[in-house]
T-cell receptor, first 116, second 113 residues
Framework: EAGVAQSPRYKIIEKRQSVAFWCNPI?????LYWYQQILGQGPKLLIQ????????DSQLPKDRFSAERLKGVDSTLKIQPAKLEDSAVYLC??????????????FGEGSRLTVL | DQQVKQNSPSLSVQEGRISILNCDYT??????FLWYKKYPAEGPTFLIS?????DKNEDGRFTVFLNKSAKHLSLHIVPSQPGDSAVYFC????????????FGSGTQLTVLP
């Protein structure tokens, strides 16, 4: 079974530029999450989708961050304009109601963003 | 407001000995707890979990203990192996909360050969 795919793995941009990250979850997983992990901290939830609807985006800085999951499969996370403090690893995860373990998420390898 | 805390950023243990990683939480609504393991340049992977109706869950070399009154959980790894060297994240959730996890800041475990 293929895992969660993310791209690009690494991105370096200057502040005020824009960037987009892509995620393809595990096939059949209805729930998709974007997490932000700043160095030395744990992952922090940015947004959660159930199919193509938003479940929770309360911690998404909506003045600069946007995310969509138009067909209920792939998702993109965009940052525009980027700030220095956006430097982090952006982790995409997916989950299935059929998972035997409550709360078990399957994470991608992450997209590391450096804002200069 | 850190609802899940891992106060030890790092831990070094000799191979074959026990590793004990600790986690504290403040939100009394949390009723399900998980440990994730993360290697460099990889995403976190699920390791073991425990429901608040239990005080212990064991899976091979890994055991998680939960002390609800102290709002404290710990992960025991016995015996520790060099391949266990990774960052371990504690996470908590409220059952039925659409599986939203709150993570601690992680503990870097180094198992010395």
């Amino acid at each position: 079974e293929a895992g969660v795919a993310q791209s690009p793995r690494y991105k370096i941009i200057e502040k005020r530029q824009s960037v987009a990250f892509w995620c393809n979850p595990i096939s059949g997983h209805a729930t998709l999450y974007w997490y932000q992990q700043i160095l030395g901290q744990g992952p922090k939830l940015l947004i959660q989708f159930q199919n193509n609807g938003v479940v929770d985006d309360s911690q998404l800085p909506k003045d600069r961050f946007s995310a969509e999951r138009l067909k209920g499969v792939d998702s993109t996370l965009k940052i525009q304009p980027a700030k220095l403090e956006d430097s982090a690893v952006y982790l995409c995860a997916s989950s299935s109601r059929d998972s035997p373990n409550t709360g078990e998420l399957f994470f991608g390898e992450g997209s590391r963003l450096t804002v200069l | 407001d850190q609802q899940v805390k891992q106060n030890s950023p790092s831990l070094s243990v000799q191979e074959g000995r026990i590793s004990i990683l600790n986690c504290d939480y403040t939100n009394s609504m949390f009723d399900y707890f998980l440990w994730y393991k993360k290697y460099p340049a990889e995403g976190p992977t699920f390791l073991i979990s425990i429901s608040s109706i239990k005080d212990k869950n064991e899976d091979g070399r890994f055991t998680v203990f939960l002390n609800k009154s102290a709002k404290h959980l710990s992960l025991h790894i016995v015996p520790s192996q060099p391949g266990d060297s990774a960052v371990y994240f504690c996470a908590a959730t409220v059952s039925g909360s659409a599986r939203q996890l709150t993570f601690g800041s992680g503990t870097q475990l180094t198992v010395l050969p």
